[in-house]
C-alpha cells in the first residue's frame, strides 16, 4: 500500500484552535527552557511517573517529593503514589525507579548535561535511566527545554491519523519504528510550516483542555 503523501497544513477544525493558544504554548515552551538545574531531578521523577497515569497526579506527586526533600534525605513513597487523591499507577515499581534515580542521579545528570546532538543524547538517556524508553526520554529532555523530539504515545498518534499522516494509528512498539513516525511528524511540521514542540503541546491541549508538560 502506498504511503499518504505528507499533508502541508492541519486540518480545518484545527486552525483557529490552534492559533488561539499558540501565545500560551509558546510561554510554556520558555518556561521548560528557564528550568533550572537544581529542579532537573524532580522533572525527571515527574517523567517516571507520568506513563498510564495522570499527568496531574504526577504533579501533585512531584509537589510532594519536593517538600519531603526526597531527593536529599529519600523516603518510603509508596504510601505517597498510591493515596487515591492522587493515584499512580504501577506504584511499587515506579516507586522503585525513583529510588534508583536517587542513587545514580549523578550518572544520568552527567548523560542530561552533556553537549552533543539532542536526538544522540535522548537515545542515550533512554538507555541510561531505569524507565525511560525514547518517549520518556523525549519528553524528559522537552521539560528541560531540548526541542525538536518526538514525544509518541497513543493519544499523539491519534491525532497523527486526524491530520492526515496515516490513514491508521501507526506502530511505534520498535525504536526502529518509532523514529520513523517521529520523522514524519517532523516533516509534516516543517511542510506545513508549524513548530513540532508547539503542535505536541497542543494536540496535548486538545485531548486534555489544559496545557501542561
Known amino acids: 500500500m502506498p504511503r499518504k503523501p505528507i499533508p502541508d497544513a492541519l486540518p480545518a477544525d484545527l486552525v483557529a484552535p490552534f492559533n488561539e493558544r499558540r501565545p500560551q504554548i509558546r510561554r510554556r515552551l520558555q518556561e521548560f527552557a528557564d528550568v533550572p538545574r537544581e529542579q532537573w531531578f524532580y522533572e525527571l521523577c ?23 526533600d526526597f531527593q536529599g534525605k529519600g523516603a518510603d513513597v509508596v504510601p505517597l503514589l498510591r493515596d487515591p487523591a492522587h493515584y499512580i499507577r504501577f506504584h511499587h515499581q515506579k516507586a522503585h525507579r525513583l529510588h534508583v534515580a536517587r542513587e545514580r542521579w549523578p550518572e544520568y545528570e552527567r548523560v542530561i ?25 523525549s519528553h524528559y529532555l522537552r521539560n528541560i527545554g531540548t526541542r525538536g523530539l518526538g514525544i509518541l504515545d497513543r493519544h499523539l498518534l491519534r491525532y497523527l491519523v486526524h ?4 490513514a491508521h494509528t501507526p506502530d511505534i512498539a520498535s525504536k526502529r519504528r518509532y523514529r520513523a513516525v517521529e520523522a514524519r511528524f517532523k516533516a509534516f511540521a516543517k511542510t506545513s510550516g508549524l513548530d ?9 491541549s486538545e485531548m486534555t483542555g489544559f496545557i501542561l508538560k
Open 46 to 68: 515527574y517523567c517516571l511517573l507520568t506513563p498510564q497515569s495522570k499527568a496531574v497526579h504526577a504533579e501533585i506527586v512531584v509537589s510532594h517529593l519536593q517538600q519531603i
Open 113 to 137: 548535561a552533556l553537549t552533543m546532538d539532542p536526538t544522540a543524547k535522548r537515545d542515550l538517556l533512554a538507555e541510561t535511566v531505569l524507565g525511560f524508553g525514547l518517549k520518556e526520554a
Open 163 to 166: 491530520c492526515g499522516l496515516y
Open 196 to 204: 513540532m514542540d508547539e503542535l505536541d503541546l497542543f494536540f496535548w
